[in-house]
């Protein structure tokens, strides 16, 4: 397809990037400078060789200039940033969960902005562990005797399916084979973890003896999921944690509760 004379002297007249760059501030980043240039100039030439009478005004220098200004801003610009949360739920998973108090937030500032003890141990004198910090205070809420914090539920979940199941059999019930956000489906984190899956029960129903009935030597945990993005009603059956938790410790079984 040929172009006409008119796209081809627009094309023509569009400046060089390196001649660009130097119309642009120091003080902005070479590679943020020649990004934005890149992405006006090519922009450009899309609506010259898409448009059958392009504006002759959209290649002259000062407007392009212009263009290049207001790409470098918005490239600088940083993509998390504070809004408005008017949709009636107070902890919205797409709009940062929970809100730190102030004084967590002022605690961060300070410490971020300089030197600290994140993997020293200013008792020994020697390396820690960053996990220290928050192990001793999870373990005072939960109760537990140990606990290790990571960055997202479906990660604690293949962390211990891998190392209390890894290559032996994970009992759970049909009905919690579920998908979170993130296409994160419980199958399919199991078979990451090299556990093997041992569903029991049905969809909606699945009682105590099911656990039980499928109990064997290679058993190796017992597994309860919380059904947080739905609900089902009507005529189903679900075996709570407590008596999970009996019949683990009757057989000598972890149970464990995502």
Known sequence: MGYSQSQQELLRKLPKVDELIQTLSNKVPRM???NACRDVLD???SYILSSQEPDPESVKYKNIKKQIEMRVTSLLRPSLRPVVNATG???HT???RSLLPKEIS??????????SNLEYNLE???RGSRYSHVEELLCGLTGAESALIVNNNAAAVLITLETLAGGR??????GELVEIGGSFRIPDVMTKSGAVLREVGTTNRTHLRDYESAIGEQTALLLKVHQSNFQMVGFTMAVSVSDLAELGGRYGIPVFED
Do not use: F, H, P
């Not at 002022?106 to 030197?115: I, P």
């Open 124 to 126: 020994k004198g020697m």
């Open 94 to 96: 797409n709009l940062g």
């Open 169 to 174: 059999e994970v009992i759970v019930s049909r």
């Open 32 to 34: 943020v400078k020649v």
């Open 43 to 45: 922009s450009l030439r």
């Open 89 to 91: 739920v107070v902890i």
């Open 106 to 115: 002022q605690a961060l500032l300070d410490v971020a902005g300089r030197y």
